[in-house]
């Protein structure tokens, strides 16, 4: 398993944006850590390439090391996902990442936005 690293910064309005381009089957996104941006309230975007049987999950990790899949505010569980859409993401946590699966010919953008308190 690969990571994709990427890339982020505060916008104007105070919100850290944080992007991972191109993930491909198998690979996830590096831990990003979101604890100094505010609060629990965050969103997820994916976007790309769908190809066969795409399965991704958004997951969450206090420590960095041990990866749990993270929920979203109607308690419905970030995993085996297969569609582009904006996720509001439950609860605090210390480090977010996507996990792209599966999915043969796939190749997905993932923007997480943590929104200032």
């Known amino acids: 398993m690969a990571t994709t690293t990427g890339a982020g910064a505060v916008n104007n309005q105070g919100a850290f ?9 198998g ?4 831990g990003v850590d979101i604890s100094a941006f505010g609060g629990p ?4 975007q994916v976007e790309g390439t769908l190809g066969t049987s795409p399965s991704y ?4 990790s206090n420590d960095g090391s ?3 899949t993270l929920n979203d505010i109607n308690g419905t569980a970030l995993s085996t996902k297969s ?6 993401i439950a609860g605090p946590c210390r480090y977010v990442r996507p996990n792209l699966a599966s999915g043969t010919g796939s190749s997905l953008n993932f923007t ?5 308190d």
């Open 17 to 25: 944006v944080y992007t991972w381009t191109g993930i491909t089957p």
């Open 83 to 88: 569609t582009k859409g904006l996720y509001s």
């Open 66 to 68: 041990n990866w749990e």
């Open 57 to 60: 999950s958004i997951e969450g």
């Open 41 to 44: 309230k965050a969103s997820i």
């Open 112 to 116: 997480l936005v943590v929104y200032p």
């Open 27 to 30: 690979n996830v996104g590096n």
